[in-house]
């Protein structure tokens, strides 16, 4: 299960006060990458295979994996949280050094990372994938505490399951409520998918209730080809508002349940909320991040544009125009770890072309795409026009699912690449 912010932090001050283990690091080229998630696992292992002289350690939170992509078909009640955790010791096998513990502090002069036990490591070069924190002075009133009511559900395992309960527990009739938040932040189709499969659970078991999607956006991921779907599948049972139409939610009560926007107090009987994001704290400490929470990069490199020798790759990173996803994030890390091998050797690395593509399930058998191909240009990720695109709208009901085949084939290919 993945570690909140409170354990994380009694575990960080418990583990300060034992003895400090070991790592051995050999005396060859070190590279350590924090973060064992989509983004950092992937590149931890393309490096070692890249070139298995360097010396590849990862730094990891936690000793299960919980993946976010299908984990709004757990909530949904059509998948076990099981099938979505995975270790790391397919990762050791490969010859990456695995390490259970949370980075705390980052010497970018010495070259240096310092874990929660106290043991130092240096780097050569190193790899920065945290992915995200919850901005919790994004939304007044969302706090830690709220999070425990009003689940985000946007970091999967617990918050996942709560969610999943509250669905379950609720009478039917009941009102449930999803606060969407501006751009950008992970997974830019996830609100509207996890809407999507909110609504295929209360039309087949509560059939009397209803999800809200409270948007402080006009404008979304996929949005004519999900819109399409709600019209097919759920028009009793599903609404958006946008934000032209007084979606923004300004702040929540925990106590009532209650979402507030400029023009109505919404009260829900489930009341999901994903808040404003920022790259995760040990980015912030190590400096990579800049004034937006978010940490520039060199497309070419993925280096920090603000600390040498840190390479930033998965949700941490300003990536231009490619999304916030587990595919980019996996995209990235092979880049990446191109790069860091070739300037570990001395030579330049080539520009690259990078890939993404997002899979939506609507319903068990109802899935939508959205892809696209990315370049370095004029310093950031842009869009290659003409590559990539959403699927058809009025696409007959074999291609939709058939997309949701494909969504699964994605989901089982690329954790199974990542730790399998
Ligand atoms: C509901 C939902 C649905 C989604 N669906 C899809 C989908 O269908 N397709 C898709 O491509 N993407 C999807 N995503 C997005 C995807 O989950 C993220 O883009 C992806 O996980 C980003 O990878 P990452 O490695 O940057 O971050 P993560 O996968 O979050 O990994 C970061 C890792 O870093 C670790 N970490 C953080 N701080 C430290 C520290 N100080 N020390 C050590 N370790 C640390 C964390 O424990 C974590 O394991 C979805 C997301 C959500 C929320």
């Not at 695109?389 to 994605?410: H, I, K, M, T, Y």
Request: net charge positive.
């Amino acid at each position: 299960m993945r570690t909140n912010r409170r354990q994380f932090l009694k575990a960080a001050s418990a583990a300060a006060l034992l003895p400090m283990p070991a790592i051995a690091q050999g005396a060859g080229q070190k590279v350590v990458v924090i973060g064992g998630g989509f983004a950092g696992a992937s590149a931890a292992r393309f490096i070692k295979k890249g070139n298995p002289q360097i010396d590849v350690t990862l730094v990891e939170a936690s000793p299960t994996f919980t993946a976010c992509p299908f984990s709004n078909l757990v909530i949904g009640g059509l998948r076990d949280l099981r099938a979505q955790q995975f270790g790391y010791d397919k990762i050791r096998a490969a010859g990456v050094t695995v390490v259970i513990q949370p980075a705390t502090g980052v010497d970018a002069q010495a070259k240096s990372i310092t874990l929660a036990n106290g043991t130092k490591l240096s780097y050569d070069r190193m790899v920065m994938a945290p992915g995200i924190d919850l901005r919790w002075d994004g939304l007044p009133g969302y706090t830690e505490q709220a999070a425990e009511i009003m689940p985000h559900a946007w970091k999967a395992g617990e918050q996942t399951l709560l969610l999943r309960n509250q669905l379950e527990s609720m009478a039917d009739g009941g009102t449930v409520v999803i606060s969407a938040p501006a751009n950008p932040f992970r997974c830019p189709p996830g609100p509207y998918e996890r809407a999507s499969l909110i609504a295929h659970y209360l039309k087949t078991k509560k059939p009397k209730s209803k999800v809200i999607i409270l948007d402080a956006k006009d404008a979304f991921s996929k949005q004519r080809a999900f819109q399409q779907a709600w019209q097919q599948l759920y028009p009793d049972h599903l609404e958006w508002v946008s934000l032209s139409k007084g979606g923004k939610v300004n702040s929540v009560d925990a106590s009532t349940k209650t979402l507030k926007t400029d023009f109505s107090d919404v009260k829900a009987d489930v009341a999901n909320i994903v808040p404003p994001q920022r790259a995760a704290a040990i980015a912030q400490t190590a400096g990579v991040a800049d004034r937006t929470g978010w940490c520039p990069i060199d497309p070419v490199t993925l280096e920090s544009k603000l600390v040498p020798n840190i390479h930033v790759v998965g949700d941490a990173g300003i990536m231009g125009a490619m999304p916030k996803s587990a595919f980019s994030a996996n995209s990235q890390a092979k880049v990446c770890a191109a790069a860091v091998t070739a300037l570990l050797a001395g030579r330049t690395p080539l520009e690259p072309r990078l890939i993404n593509t997002c899979y939506s399930v609507v319903a068990p058998d109802y899935g939508i795409t959205v892809a696209g191909v990315y370049r370095p240009k004029d310093g950031v990720l842009a869009d290659v026009e003409g590559a990539g695109g959403v699927s058809p709208l009025d696409a007959p009901r074999e291609n939709r699912a058939l997309e949701a085949e494909f969504a699964d084939g994605w989901f089982k290919t690329i954790t199974g690449e990542v730790f399998g």
